[in-house]
């Protein structure tokens, strides 16, 4: 049975595993990326967790909600206490990300329980109705999400404080212009 799973999994499920493994991997090393670039792999790993939840289970809270909540509490608890030396902003644009293993373990976790599941509702129709079944699928998903969004939530508030220091510099510079203390800087 097992070969026959194998067998029968679509070619472009193992192209996704091997650009995976090849992303995680760039992961483990220190590196520089653009503001946009830490945007792609939460929201494809978000992609990838959403669109197996509703098409297996339909939007309900079982399902989109529990993964929701379960993501949104980890994204917050991730964004303020873990990692928190693993991202330096450079400039506006350019971010500084130590290099990690967690990506590649997430996006394998991610992956395999997505095709686990897959396989699962394949052979038993009858777990898409499963509470138990739905439950523990969207809350593993939402978790493994959440640790993505986290780091996301954690480049962007380290972004806004770099910012700070500049708009303060400009306030600071600006003069007034009403008449009243006109030349007198902020």
Known sequence: MLQQILI???IWVWALLAFLIYRGVL????RQVTLRATFILPLLMLGLSLQGLIQHFGIRFESVGLWLLSAVCVS?????????NSV??????????QGSWMPLILMMLIFFLK?????????????RSNIGFISV????????????????????SLLTKHKQPALMKTASTLTL????GAGETV
Not at 27 to 30: E, I, L, Q, V
Not at 76 to 84: M, P, R, W
Not at 88 to 97: C, F, G, P, Y
Not at 177 to 180: F, I, P, S, V
């Open 115 to 127: 095709y686990c599941e897959n396989i699962a509702v394949v052979v038993q129709p009858e777990l």
């Open 76 to 84: 917050i608890l991730n964004a303020a206490f873990f990692g928190k």
């Open 88 to 97: 330096r902003v450079v400039s506006e644009k350019l971010i500084q990300l």
């Open 177 to 180: 212009a009403d008449g009243h």
């Open 137 to 156: 699928c969207s809350i593993s998903f939402g978790i493994m999400n959440g640790l993505f969004l986290g780091k996301l939530l954690r480049v962007l």
């Open 8 to 10: 029968n999994t679509p």
């Open 27 to 30: 992961m483990s090393r220190d």
